[in-house]
């Protein structure tokens, strides 16, 4: 996939404006809105079982994301993401934390099961989790397991039928059969919470203005990627608040020349 592509599919979501639908956790809403709204695409967060339908239907995508999963929210999941399915609305979904606690896999799971889902990602730990392959985790980070994540991408994806991406320093995007890794990002995102969550997010918003899924999903990663190397690099020294903020400053102005000087994709 070129630059061009890239640059060409991150102009769309600024011109288009997609209408995000997030079901998600209670730490990352509000940054999650900031950060759909500073890239250009349109953020709203709808809960209510008696609303959810009518939302996810007129949404670009709906981003599903178990960080802080309780009952009513499963049973809105599941709503919202039936009516995205017989309208057409690609799911992006976040297994925070599956293989945490058996409520969450056993969610993640059945939310794959009853729905079908256009794009899943997460960590290794997740993802394994989420197809029920061995792997550690604990809390909402990533465990020490040390298995391919290559491999477990494409198992993931095979077993499926859709779209994986498992990030981490490098991350992994696989349609089954075609796989990139896309080595843009900073460790520095690693000290600000939500900065997964945003990013499955913002991953909705490029599944939205474009149809081939690989190709949004590496758009989306590189862009994410390109945008935080840059915020790191302003703040210098200064530490993970101010961080938090210049990444929101990046993602409104990231630009083709960036992503044309910076972006490091490798097709496998
Ligand atoms: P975890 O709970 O394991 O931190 P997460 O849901 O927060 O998972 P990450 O894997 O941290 O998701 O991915 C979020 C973003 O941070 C991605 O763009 C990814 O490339 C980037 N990232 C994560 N770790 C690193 C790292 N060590 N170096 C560079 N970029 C990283
Ligand atoms: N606890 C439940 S959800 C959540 C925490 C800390 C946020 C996780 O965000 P991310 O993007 O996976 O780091
Ligand atoms: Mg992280
Ligand atoms: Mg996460």
């Given at each position: 996939m ?9 102009e769309?979501?600024r ?16 940054f999650?809105a ?10 709203v ?39 995205a ?20 896999t056993?969610?993640?799971r ?18 394994a ?8 985790i ?5 465990g ?10 494409q198992?993931?994806?095979?077993k499926?039928n859709?779209t994986?991406i498992?990030t981490?320093?490098?991350?992994v995007?696989?349609d ?13 995102l690693?000290k600000v ?6 990013l ?19 758009a989306?990663?590189t862009?994410y990627?390109?945008a ?9 020294e200064?530490g ?5 903020i ?5 993602l409104?102005?990231v630009?083709s ?12």
């Amino acid at each position: 996939m070129s630059n061009e592509q890239i640059e060409s599919t991150l102009e769309k979501v600024r011109q288009q404006n997609p209408l995000v639908h997030n079901i998600t956790n209670v730490v990352v809403t509000n940054f999650t809105a900031n950060g759909l709204l500073a890239l250009g695409a349109s953020p709203v967060m709808a809960y209510a079982r008696e609303e959810v339908a009518d939302m996810a239907k007129i949404a670009g995508a709906l981003v599903l994301n178990i960080g802080t999963l309780t009952q009513a929210e499963i049973e809105a999941m599941l709503i919202a993401g039936k009516s995205a399915n017989e309208h057409g609305v690609p799911i992006i979904f976040d297994p925070v934390g599956a293989g945490a606690t058996p409520f969450r896999t056993k969610t993640a799971r059945r939310i794959v099961e009853e729905l079908s889902i256009s794009i899943l990602r997460g960590n290794a730990a997740e993802i394994a989790n989420v197809i029920g392959e061995e792997w550690t985790i604990k809390g909402v980070d990533a465990g020490e397991g040390t298995g391919n994540t290559i491999e477990l991408a494409q198992t993931a994806a095979r077993k499926l039928n859709i779209t994986v991406i498992i990030t981490g320093k490098d991350d992994v995007v696989t349609d089954g059969q075609n796989t990139y890794i896309v080595h843009n990002g900073h460790s520095i995102l690693t000290k600000v919470t939500g900065t997964g969550c945003l990013l499955s997010s913002v991953i909705g918003a490029f599944a939205a203005v474009e149809k081939d899924l690989l190709h949004a999903t590496v758009a989306a990663l590189t862009t994410y990627g390109v945008a935080a190397e840059i915020a790191a690099n302003q703040i210098e020294e200064a530490g993970p608040g101010s961080f938090q903020i210049e990444f929101l400053n990046q993602l409104s102005k990231v630009s083709s020349e960036d992503i044309r000087e910076l972006g490091k994709i490798t097709q496998l």
